[in-house]
Structures are given as structure tokens and as C-alpha cells.
């Protein structure tokens, strides 16, 4: 509405220039006029032609636009270059906190493989401890089995041993109580036996 407004200004200026024009003209220039009927048509850049002031308010009325256009595009552009600026600043950020994120993470599954070896090398040697442990508690115990064992095998012999001395003084006893009673007299024989019963207990130990 604006550029046809402006249009129609330009045409109606360019109109009554060529009537004040004529009206103001003297009667010689009237004559001229008379005297060459047949003039030259006028150009298109004409002040009188209404096409140059159609042109003319049309460049201004571009002239006019153009700073606020262009600085609308320059401000649409500012703002996505803006809003391209944040994307691209929180995309950083975002892989730098992955980054992080990541690096935290082998951390500690370094720390844990670390922790892991240790307990697996404690557990190792609490393991190897133990056996020495039961090892020497077990040689011990066998040693102190057959301790046991050689002890009560020298007991039974040393009791075997008494059984036969006294079953063999018995015998002897029997067999000297025989002899005499079939060789010596009853005095004789009881002097025999009070010597042989004196001198027992010395043939014991």
C-alpha cells in the first residue's frame, strides 16, 4: 500500500508539472510552439515522464527498507550463529564430562583389578600358611602318636620281661622244691630255701 500510495504521488507531481508549465509560458514561447507542431517525444528519465518518479520512489522506497532488512537478517543471523555457538560449546562440555566420565570410570576399574589382585595374593598366602600349619601340626601329632606308641611297646616288653622272670623264678622254685625234697634232707632243704628266698630279690633287679 505504501509503494502504490507513493506511486500515485509521483504521478500526479509529474502531471502538474507540464500544466504549470504551459499556463506560465509567454506568448512568444506560445508561438514557438505553433511555429513547430511536430516536437521530439520526451525520454524515460524525463522529470515530466511519470515512470522516472514511479522508479524514483521505488529506489527510495528500497533505500529505505533496505537498512532495516538488512539489519533484521544481520540480527537473524547474530542469533543463530548464537544459539549455533551454544549448541556447539554444550556439545564440548557434554563429551568433556564423558570424558570424565570415562576416565573416572577406568580408574576405578583399575583400582578394583588392583584391590582384586591383592585379595586373590592374601587369600594365596593365608592358604600356603595354613597348609605349612597343618603340616607341622599334623608331623607333630604323628610324632607324638609314635611317641606314644614306642612308649607303650617298651612297657608292654618291660611288663613281658617281668611275666617271664617271674613266671622262670616260679618255675625255678617249683623245680628246686622238687630236686631237694627227692636229694636232700629236710634240714638241708630248709636251709636251701631260706638262702635261695633271701637272695631273691637280687636276681630281680
Known sequence: M???SVAQAAETAATAAPTAATTAATP??????????????EGFLSLHSPETWVALAFVLVVLLLAKPVFRGIAAALDTRGEKIRARIEEAERLRAEAQETLAAYQKKQRDAMKEAEAIVAHAKAESQRFAAKAAAELDELLARREQQAVDRIAQAEAEAMRDVRNLAVDIAM????????????AAQASALVDAAIADLPNRLH
Open 174 to 185: 617249683k623245680a628246686t622244691r622238687q630236686l631237694i625234697a627227692e636229694t636232700l634232707s
Open 28 to 41: 512568444a514561447a506560445t508561438a514557438a510552439v505553433a511555429a513547430h507542431p511536430a516536437a521530439p517525444a
Open 2 to 4: 505504501f509503494l502504490i
